[in-house]
């Protein structure tokens, strides 16, 4: 049996070539890897989501609008409510009237959610059965 030792020389030739045998079961391993967890990272719940509607606003005069501005400040009618409890004390009022006037909420775009959320607070309090949001139609493109 013959052995290849070395050249007749002395000198020993470099192998310059990469053996990327390795480098290729790695790839796979983690191929395959992420092939196994995304489809679970994606899960989610199945819903409905609901549609972007834009219902043309019914303006009556026994509607209440509520405006809240971006530093907070809460204006029924264009008249500026102290604070929380004088606005629940005048939504308890209009709760009691039959037909049930609506509450029309107008939030700047600035504002902050909590300051609308006061305001839908106070209106579950005092159970007023409808509120809506005015908003600006959506651009047409």
């Known amino acids: 049996m013959a052995m290849n030792v070395g ?8 192998v310059s070539t990469i053996n990327t045998t390795p480098l290729v079961d790695v790839m796979l391993v ?7 967890t995304i489809p679970v ?7 409905n989501l609901p549609k972007e509607t834009n219902i043309a606003r019914q303006t009556k005069p026994e509607n209440i609008e ?3 501005n971006k530093d907070g400040d809460v204006f029924w009618n ?5 604070d929380n409890e004088a606005l629940f004390q005048r939504l308890k009022k209009i709760a009691t009237m039959t037909p049930q006037p609506e509450v029309h ?12 959320g006061r305001v839908i ?4 309090r005092a159970a007023i059965l409808k509120i809506s949001f005015v908003t600006e139609p959506p651009p047409k493109g």
């Not at 983690?30 to 196994?36: G, P, R």
């Not at 990272?41 to 819903?47: A, C, D, K, R």
């Open 7 to 14: 050249s007749d020389s002395g000198d020993d030739e470099v």
């Open 30 to 36: 983690l191929l395959i890897i992420f092939l196994i």
């Open 41 to 47: 990272v994606t899960q989610t719940v199945p819903l």
């Open 66 to 68: 509520i405006s809240v």
């Open 78 to 82: 264009a008249q500026l409510v102290p």
């Open 105 to 116: 909420i107008r939030g700047d775009e600035k504002s902050r959610y909590e300051s609308v």
């Open 121 to 124: 607070f106070a209106c579950q």
